[in-house]
């Protein structure tokens, strides 16, 4: 997916979305905020955006507790959300996920195909990757044929719902730090 980026002289959505601070943002979402800048060492634009909405702050916090404590593995996880992110043109995430995997000492090749939405030298990860594709093409509604597919690299129903709650997570995230226009931060510049 290709995505645009603005000129100097084409407006953004993000002069609306203001980028807030613990002391500016709405008092609900002060203490998240924190909790954010704690946890990563520093306060990212998109946190800092989001806060204008502090439900929708609090909910992207929430649901990704959630996703993070699941069955699936970390790199399984990081699978489904940059092949979330690069779908959805989300620039941002793509960096901050890349990061992810790098921590996580995940293969190049790997991160790189992801990147480039092109098929993944892990027989196992891309069955993920298909199977996220599949269940936003079909609106969940994921044949029987595909199913059995990702079924067949070990993973169970189980699974196959844990996934559907990570792609709910990052299709909020995506589509509200591309409607805020949140840039990439400095720490994620070298992977974007």
């Given at each position: 997916?290709?995505?645009?980026?603005?000129?100097?002289?084409?407006?953004?959505?993000?002069?609306?979305?203001?980028?807030?601070?613990?002391?500016?943002?709405?008092?609900?979402?002060?203490?998240?905020?924190?909790?954010?800048?704690?946890?990563?060492?520093?306060?990212?634009?998109?946190?800092?955006?989001?806060?204008?909405?502090?439900?929708?702050?609090?909910?992207?916090?929430?649901?990704?507790a959630l996703f993070?404590?699941?069955?699936?593995?970390?790199?399984?996880?990081?699978?489904?959300?940059?092949?979330?992110?690069?779908?959805?043109?989300?620039?941002?995430?793509?960096?901050?996920?890349?990061?992810?995997?790098?921590?996580?000492?995940?293969?190049?090749?790997?991160?790189?195909?992801?990147?480039?939405?092109?098929?993944?030298?892990?027989?196992?990860?891309?069955?993920?990757?298909?199977?996220?594709?599949?269940?936003?093409?079909?609106?969940?509604?994921?044949?029987?044929?595909?199913?059995?597919?990702?079924?067949?690299?070990?993973?169970?129903?189980?699974n196959a719902l844990?996934i559907v709650l990570?792609?709910?997570?990052?299709?909020?995230?995506?589509?509200?730090?591309?409607?805020?226009?949140?840039?990439?931060?400095?720490?994620?510049?070298?992977?974007?």
């Amino acid at each position: 997916m290709s995505t645009t980026t603005p000129t100097p002289t084409t407006p953004t959505t993000g002069a609306h979305f203001p980028t807030l601070t613990p002391d500016t943002a709405p008092p609900a979402a002060r203490s998240r905020l924190d909790q954010v800048t704690r946890h990563l060492g520093y306060l990212p634009a998109a946190a800092a955006r989001l806060a204008h909405a502090p439900q929708l702050l609090d909910g992207f916090l929430k649901l990704t507790a959630l996703f993070d404590a699941t069955e699936l593995d970390p790199v399984v996880r990081e699978t489904v959300v940059l092949t979330i992110a690069t779908r959805n043109g989300c620039h941002l995430c793509v960096a901050m996920h890349t990061a992810v995997l790098t921590r996580l000492d995940a293969d190049p090749e790997l991160i790189a195909a992801l990147r480039a939405q092109q098929p993944l030298p892990d027989a196992r990860l891309e069955a993920v990757r298909l199977f996220v594709h599949r269940l936003l093409d079909h609106t969940g509604a994921v044949p029987e044929p595909d199913l059995a597919a990702f079924l067949a690299q070990g993973f169970t129903p189980r699974n196959a719902l844990e996934i559907v709650l990570g792609i709910g997570a990052y299709t909020l995230s995506t589509f509200a730090n591309r409607l805020t226009d949140a840039p990439v931060d400095p720490q994620l510049a070298p992977y974007a």
